[in-house]
C-alpha cells in the first residue's frame, strides 16, 4: 500500500491507521507487543529540510526494527545529476524494500510509486500533500475530543504554501469536521471553490466558535514575496495568542505541526500554554510512521514473501 495523499484515502483507511496508531501508542507506553520488520529496509529520501518528521520516521522504523537508509540531495548521485526516476530505480534493485519521501516538487511521489515496485510513503511534497502529519494530527485531536465529527477546526495563516493545511482539511471533512481557511487573501488558495472549506479573512471570526485553532508555519522559502506587506503586521493581524483566541472555545486546541516562528503564528504564551497540544502532535507523529509502515509492509506481505523467495530459486 502507497501512502501518497489524504485526498485519496477513503474514511475507513484514515479511521484504522488512527486506530492504530492509538494502539501503537499504547503498546510502546506498556510495554507491549508491535509488528515486527526485520529483515527489511526503508530508504528515507530526504530532498529538503525536515527535523521532525525525518526522525520520527527513524524512530518509527527503529521500534518495529525496520531497518533504515538515510538519502538527502547531498551525498547521492543526484547531486551529480541522476534523475528522481533513475534514483528510485537504483534503490529498488539494491533491494530496498520501502521508500519515505520528502521532495520540494509536488507529486514527486507518484513518481517514485510508479517505478519503485514497493510501498512509497509521502512525507511532504511541495504543497501538495504531508499524509502523515494530517494522520498525527488528527490522532491527537481524536485524544481530546470525543469525536472528529461536528467539530469546527479553523486553519490559520499560509494555507496556499501548506501541505500540512491540505491533508488536514481533506481528513478532517472526510471525517465530518467544519474547516474554516482563516488568512490574508494573498495566503489562502485562490480557487477555493472545489475544497469543502469555507474562506474567513479575518481572524476572529473565522476562529469564533473553534473546537481547534491550527496556525500555519509562514513559508518564506516558497514566497516570491509581496504576498504580506510585513511579518509584524501578518502578526498583529494573524496572530494566534491570548488575545484571538478569545474567540474560540474555552477548551479549544491549539496545534502548530511545526517549526514555529515563535511571535509570529503563535506567541510563546499559546505555544506553550494550557491550549496547547503541539508536544503531543510530535510525539503521536512517531506512533502515526509506526501504523503506516505496518500497514504499507502489511499490505505489500506476499508479493514481498513471494519475490524475495523467487529471488532465491534464480
Ligand atoms: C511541515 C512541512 O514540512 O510540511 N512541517 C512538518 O513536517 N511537520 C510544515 C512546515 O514546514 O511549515
Redesign the pocket.
Known amino acids: 500500500m502507497h501512502v501518497l495523499s489524504i485526498r485519496e484515502m477513503d474514511p475507513e483507511t484514515i479511521n484504522s491507521l488512527i486506530a492504530s496508531s492509538l494502539e501503537m501508542k499504547n503498546a510502546c507506553r506498556s510495554g507491549g507487543s508491535v509488528p515486527n520488520l526485520s529483515g527489511r529496509v526503508v530508504g528515507m529520501l530526504f530532498l529538503?529540510?525536515?527535523t521532525?518528521?525525518r526522525v520520527s520516521f527513524e524512530q518509527a522504523a527503529r521500534k518495529l526494527d525496520l531497518g533504515i537508509c538515510v538519502f538527502g540531495v547531498q551525498g547521492t548521485s543526484m547531486a551529480k545529476g541522476e534523475s528522481l526516476k533513475d534514483t528510485v530505480l537504483t534503490l529498488r534493485y539494491e533491494g530496498i524494500d520501502g521508500l519515505v519521501m520528502?521532495h520540494n516538487c509536488s507529486g514527486a511521489p507518484y513518481l517514485a510509486a510508479r517505478f519503485f515496485g514497493g510501498p512509497v510513503i509521502n512525507?511532504?511534497d511541495g504543497m501538495h500533500e504531508?499524509p502523515t502529519?494530517a494522520l498525527a494530527d488528527a490522532m491527537t485531536i481524536a485524544e481530546h475530543k470525543p469525536a472528529i465529527k461536528g467539530l469546527t477546526v479553523a486553519i490559520v495563516g499560509?494555507v496556499l504554501?501548506?501541505?500540512?493545511a491540505r491533508s488536514n482539511l481533506w481528513l478532517l471533512s472526510k471525517l465530518g469536521a467544519e474547516v474554516r481557511l482563516v488568512g490574508p487573501r494573498t495566503l489562502l488558495p485562490r480557487h477555493p471553490g472545489h475544497l469543502p472549506v469555507s474562506i474567513h479573512y479575518d481572524l476572529a471570526s473565522g476562529i469564533e466558535g473553534a473546537d481547534v485553532v491550527m496556525a500555519?508555519?509562514m513559508?518564506k522559502e516558497r514566497m516570491d514575496g509581496g504576498l504580506v506587506s510585513s511579518m509584524s503586521e501578518y502578526a498583529l493581524m494573524y496572530q494566534v495568542n491570548a488575545r484571538s483566541l478569545r474567540f474560540a472555545k474555552p477548551d479549544c486546541l491549539v496545534m502548530h505541526?511545526?517549526?514555529i516562528n515563535r511571535g509570529l503564528e503563535l506567541d510563546d504564551w499559546t505555544a506553550d500554554g494550557p491550549n496547547s497540544v503541539i508536544n503531543e502532535?510530535v510525539e503521536n507523529?512517531v506512533y502515526v510512521r509506526m501504523a503506516v509502515f505496518a500497514a504499507a509492509f502489511e499490505s505489500s506481505n506476499g508479493k514481498t514473501k513471494k519475490s524475495q523467495k523467487k529471488a532465491v530459486k534464480a
Open positions: 529538503e529540510n525536515s521532525r518528521t520528502r512525507a511532504g504531508h502529519q499560509d504554501h501548506s501541505r500540512v500555519l508555519r513559508q505541526p511545526g517549526p502532535q507523529g
